[in-house]
């Protein structure tokens, strides 16, 4: 498996944004896929955003144009620019990568919350 560290989430009212970042312990070029997913409280795990090896993303319907996924080179992470937050987005924040041969690998979440 592939170590993963998600950090950026935090309370926030909404309307403001937050920047979340996943630092990943093998070179992000190394990866297959690369995603955000996020869990809301007593609701299953849904994915974000994801990013593939060649920059290809793809976005949960209802955030199109809120949402951002991207990577940064420099600092080896794969980061979500979320803009507009609205309470429905609160949850845990999930990190999940796909490497060749090491498979498919969790963070363990970073908590954001919106509030009204």
């Known amino acids: 498996q592939v170590q993963l560290v998600e950090s950026g989430g935090g309370l926030v009212q909404a309307g403001e944004s937050l920047k979340l970042s996943c630092a990943a312990a093998v070179s992000i070029f190394s990866l297959d896929s690369m995603a955000w997913y996020r869990q809301a409280p007593g609701k299953q795990r849904d994915l974000v955003a994801s990013?593939?090896?060649?920059?290809?993303?793809h976005y949960a319907d209802s955030l199109k144009g809120r949402f951002t996924i991207s990577r940064d080179i420099d600092k080896n992470t794969i980061d979500l620019q979320m803009n507009n937050l609205e309470p429905e987005d609160t949850g845990v924040y999930y990190c999940?990568?796909?490497?060749?041969?090491?498979?498919?690998?969790w963070g363990r979440g970073t908590q954001v919350t919106v509030s009204s």
């Open positions: 990013i593939t090896s060649l920059g290809h993303t």
């Open positions: 999940n990568v796909y490497h060749p041969y090491r498979g498919t690998s």
